[in-house]
């Protein structure tokens, strides 16, 4: 039902393509995620502010959770293609996480940016716009509460089962870019569910310590953090780059297929200020991904 009602939307906004032979996969692994049903996806118009992006909206509604808004951003071409699902940080679902999905889908990936909680703020929103509002998302989950990491993983989960629906995708290469909080999403989920082929723990918040789980993760990952991150330039206590080192020599010690790149100086937040380190990052997100999860 979910890829059928996939399909549909995609027509109502003026695109038909064909479903993806593995997309049915989505539904045989709601349990691995926590959710009890399969995430619905309906259209929904732009928001406020948003229709200069070429995507495609939609509202991803799983009963007991909430509805979250996603943009669709297409590469060129038929499919099917692999995807990509980017999770937002504290600061709440900016636009420039849209712009993002953008940028990768335009190197080949099927890019989804998500509102996978409501809300946002925190000393780094001054470097992002302000979110997109999406007020029946979940409530933005604490770090360490156990039942803020499984409601996460939710949402996390119902976001990707969204994903490998989408007409064009394959159901077998997904993975998932996570800007701080949004990292420390990702790396639960994987943790919890394991079902997805690649991970981009971006500025990442280490606040529930993966790096005492090395063994458990099974998945290439690429770690890529500023050295100056900070309470100063929009990160706090459990994203600082010792965190992340201390994530990667654990990884590596355990014989994890792990990547990283330590931007000198750079803050939590430089991705979005900076141009050339942004460029950079984009550049190496694509390379990492489009190796681990090949056309």
């Known amino acids: 039902m979910m890829t059928m009602r996939v399909v549909a939307t995609l027509c109502a906004l003026g695109t038909l393509l064909a479903v993806s032979p593995g997309s049915r996969l989505a539904s045989s692994q709601t349990t691995r995620g926590g959710l009890a049903t399969p995430p619905v996806v309906s259209a929904t118009t732009a928001p406020a502010g ?14 007991d959770v909430g509805v979250m808004i996603a943009a669709i951003a297409r590469p060129p071409g038929v499919g099917p293609f692999p995807s990509v699902l980017v999770l937002h940080g504290t600061h ?14 335009q190197k080949g990936l ?27 998302a979940p409530p933005m989950p604490a770090m360490t509460s156990p039942e ?3 409601t996460a993983v939710q949402t996390v989960g119902a976001l990707v089962q969204a994903t490998r629906g989408l007409p064009g995708v394959r159901a077998d290469r997904l993975g998932l870019v996570g800007h701080s909080r949004g990292g420390g999403a990702a790396m639960n ?32 990952i690429l770690i890529l953090h500023g050295t100056a991150d900070g309470a100063a330039n929009g990160g706090n206590a459990v994203t600082t780059v010792q965190m992340a080192r201390e994530f990667e020599a654990a990884l590596r010690r355990e014989g994890k297929p792990v990547e990283a790149m330590y931007y ?16 950079d990052e984009l550049t190496r997100m694509v390379t990492f991904l489009l190796r681990r999860l090949p056309i």
């Not at 709440?92 to 889908?105: D, I, P």
């Open 264 to 279: 000198d100086g750079g803050g939590h937040d430089s991705f979005f200020e900076d141009r050339t380190q942004y460029e």
């Open 92 to 105: 709440g679902f900016a636009r420039q996480y849209v712009q993002v999905a953008e940028e990768l889908a």
């Open 110 to 136: 099927l890019a989804v940016a998500a509102c996978w909680f409501s809300g946002g703020g925190g000393n780094g929103s001054r470097f992002v716009t302000p979110p997109i509002p999406c007020p029946d």
């Open 50 to 63: 948003t229709d200069a992006f070429k995507v495609q909206w939609a509202k991803v509604a799983v009963r």
């Open 189 to 220: 989920y994987v943790l919890q569910a394991g079902d997805v082929q690649a991970v981009v723990v971006h500025s990442g918040g280490y606040g529930t310590q993966p790096a005492n789980h090395a063994a458990e993760f099974n998945i290439p």
């Open 148 to 150: 803020s990491v499984r």
